[in-house]
């Protein structure tokens, strides 16, 4: 099937493209404190993975074991520069709330890292399990797909009912839980277009306790085919939108999201959404799933790299390194190598961009300007030199303007 066109979120820098040409070699030989090396499989046939939905329909049974596994490295792995980071940082000793569907204490991937609060430990839907698995799953033998954090600890707090209908007051109250259970960051993927008093005292709270809140800045799409005719009018969702949270949009591996995609006004980051790879609540198979709640997870899991690397932090300087460390865009593009390797200040406030004026498509030049770029970089000689000056003068610093505030007392 032909697609129609796609939003470009905003190509990413010179530095980045060039290096995900020159250095894939690099990455199938990395062997980083006990995960496996990543395999490339080329030759490989394509794995057909099951599609994991938000929430049930009407009298469909839990989702059940998917019987697929890809052994494929995940890009969103190589976006996020995963291997690299996890030699400085995997999440030891920080706890991470996921307030969703529950979160599944038999996923083998989790098993022993789950700490349910009432019947979160039961995930009917399996949601809240992917979302999990993409912050914490541990490595499995033969596979290359495992969390950003794999050695963090998930306390799972339902915000939704049994069927994966959220609602404010359950979404409000799952952060809340997930505060007082010790999580020093809470992912939240319900977004709500009213905005509730609920919400943003529970974000309060998650704030005066120094516990960063990262959210979905848009919905996720509907698990049906459907799809809406016209690009709908950027607008506001909450918690997102509260302030003190991290807001975070979506994209897929050409760093571009559907013409039709729901919009937010302001969004703080772009993160991997769209066709990602990730675990069930039961059984050992893959599922693929795509929303910005996929996209605050991988957020939520770099938050957790940071806090485990630098426990002196507090969640506010933890949110502005992650925005000040992102690939410059107009939604800077999540970076966890950078957010934990940066040695400059990397904690100094920005102001929010807008997500609407990111999804204005820019054209594309194809592949031709990649290969000039690189044919004149090698011509020129030292490309690795290139590479990390270059890297250095624009991605570590960071300096762009971005928004990321904690909400007033009183």
Excluded at 66 to 74: A, G
Excluded at 347 to 368: I, K, Q, W
Excluded at 394 to 410: A, F, M, N
């Amino acid at each position: 099937m032909t697609r129609g066109p796609r939003h470009s979120v905003r190509r990413r820098t010179a530095v980045r493209s060039l290096g995900s040409v020159l250095l894939p070699s690099a990455l199938t030989a990395t062997v980083v404190l006990g995960l496996p090396s990543p395999v490339f499989a080329a030759g490989q046939a394509t794995v057909k993975l099951p599609v994991m939905a938000a929430e049930l329909a009407d009298g469909a049974g839990c989702t059940k074991a998917s019987t697929s596994t890809t052994k494929n490295i995940p890009w969103e792995h190589q976006s996020l520069e995963l291997a690299q980071a996890a030699r400085i940082s995997q999440g030891a000793g920080v706890k991470v709330g996921v307030v969703d569907t529950g979160v599944s204490t038999g996923a083998p991937t989790l098993k022993g890292r789950v700490e349910a609060v009432g019947d979160a430990g039961d995930d009917c839907v399996g949601h809240g399990t992917f979302v999990a698995g993409l912050i914490a799953a541990a490595p499995a033998k033969g596979v290359a797909f495992h969390g950003i954090a794999p050695r963090a600890t998930v306390v799972a707090a339902r915000g939704t009912t049994e069927r994966g209908v959220a609602s404010a007051d359950r979404v409000a109250t799952g952060i809340r839980a997930a505060v007082d259970a010790g999580a020093q960051v809470v992912e939240v993927s319900a977004a709500f277009a009213t905005r509730s008093d609920q919400l943003d005292a529970a974000v309060v709270y998650a704030v005066e306790h120094d516990v960063l809140v990262v959210a979905a800045a848009v919905p996720d799409p509907p698990g049906s085919d459907a799809a809406a005719t016209t690009t709908p009018a950027p607008r506001d969702y909450w918690p997102a939108a509260s302030p003190g949270v991290l807001s975070v949009l979506d994209v897929d591996v050409q760093g571009s999201r559907p013409d039709t995609a729901l919009l937010a006004v302001d969004a703080d980051l772009a993160a991997p959404g769209d066709g990602v790879v990730g675990i069930g609540p039961r059984g050992s198979g893959h599922f693929v799933g795509s929303g910005a709640s996929f996209a605050a997870a991988y957020t939520a899991g770099v938050a957790a790299l940071v806090r485990s690397a630098y426990p002196d932090l507090s969640a506010a300087e933890v949110g502005r390194r992650l925005t000040a460390t992102a690939y410059p865009d107009v939604v800077p593009r999540l970076d966890a190598y950078a957010a934990v390797a940066s040695v400059s200040d990397a904690t100094e406030p920005n102001s929010r961009a807008s997500a609407h004026d990111a999804a204005v498509r820019l054209p594309d030049r194809g592949h031709g300007e990649r290969a000039t770029r690189t044919a004149l970089l090698v011509t020129a000689g030292g490309t690795a030199v290139v590479l990390v000056v270059g890297w250095a003068a624009l991605v570590v610093p960071r300096g762009r303007s971005r928004g990321w505030r904690p909400p007033r007392r009183g």
